[in-house]
């Protein structure tokens, strides 16, 4: 079982990273947000899942623990799969999807490529009372509405919907990068929303 992998990031491709440590690359399937975290010729760690299937042995890295518990918790729903999984975590950032889950928000999961409206039943039913409350706590309705209150976050918002990118999904990359740094320009919202939205 690989459980943690530290080494320096040696490409960043669509859906995965080639991470070296002591001298072999190992390919990691991340969702957008460590992807666009990472950068080629710097160091990275990542707290990873090993999943082995019949025709296959795959790596998943997350940048932090949480989605990592998240991960494990839609793995472990039945006819939801590891890449399925990455989807959602790639669509929307953690604390969206947890209160997603918690709250039975059915169309915001189904909002994603791939997640029908009874998958995304099924993934309410078995984990609204599965994910731990404080996943779900920085991004409550009225903290997620002044995320995106600035000027900068209005016009990253709107420009990002411009490119084609589902509402939800934008909303929340976008308030999750100003709950980090409020006083990115909405250039620099753009720039870092289009790669965690790729």
Do not use: W
Request: proline residues 4%; charged residues 20%.
């Amino acid at each position: 079982m690989i459980a943690y992998l530290s080494g320096v990031v040696r490409e960043v491709r669509e859906a995965s990273a080639v991470i070296v440590t002591g001298g072999v690359g190992y390919e990691v399937y991340c969702p957008a947000s460590t992807l666009g975290r990472l950068s080629v010729g710097q160091p990275a760690e990542l707290n990873t899942r090993f999943v082995v299937r019949e025709d296959a042995q795959l790596l998943f890295g997350f940048q932090d623990a949480d989605s990592l518990r998240l991960f494990d918790l839609l793995t472990g729903v039945s006819g939801v799969g590891p890449k399925l999984a990455l989807a959602l975590l790639s669509a929307l950032p953690v604390s969206a999807l947890a209160q997603g889950l918690r709250t039975g928000d059915v169309k915001l999961l189904s909002s994603v490529s791939g997640v029908g409206k009874k998958t995304a039943e099924r993934l309410v039913l078995e984990l609204q009372n599965k994910v731990p409350e404080h996943l779900a706590a920085p991004m409550g309705t009225a903290g997620k509405a002044a995320a995106v209150e600035g000027t900068a976050g209005r016009d990253a918002v709107e420009a990002l919907l411009a490119l084609g990118f589902r509402e939800a999904q934008v909303r929340g990359v976008v308030a999750e990068l100003l709950a980090a740094d409020p006083t990115l320009s909405a250039d620099a919202l753009i720039r870092k929303g289009l790669g965690r939205l790729r």
